[in-house]
């Protein structure tokens, strides 16, 4: 297992999904974070099934920084209860895994 972690998070399509993601990135929250446009959501809310279009967040951030990613989610999405599905990373690119990890190092004090 490494320290890299993707997280899955469903948005409103077009320009907030943009927002939260651009968010993440600047923060230094997420290394990366994919916008995957066009998602179809079938679910049950409030006892009725829904059926939406949203743009589906694929963010790869670090353990370090993923309850801080997890909260500003959290904070900027405009639902009071959004999709935040975090999974670790098993394996990967060992480059690609150490550019995750120098991308969301906290700041130091």
């Known amino acids: 297992m490494t320290d890299v972690f993707v997280v899955l998070v469903t948005a409103p399509t077009g320009e907030k999904a943009h927002e939260i993601a651009r968010d993440l ?60 599905v975090a999974l670790p990373v098993e394996a990967g690119h060992a480059d690609y895994l150490a550019w995750v990890l120098a991308e969301t190092r906290p700041a130091e004090p």
């Open 25 to 84: 990135v600047e923060k230094n929250l997420a290394a990366c974070v994919n916008i995957v446009a066009g998602v179809r959501s079938v679910y049950r809310w409030e006892g009725a099934i829904q059926d939406d279009q949203e743009d589906l967040l694929v963010i790869k951030t670090s353990r370090a920084r993923l309850p801080e990613s997890i909260a500003r989610v959290r904070e900027v999405h405009p639902y009071s209860v959004p999709e935040v």
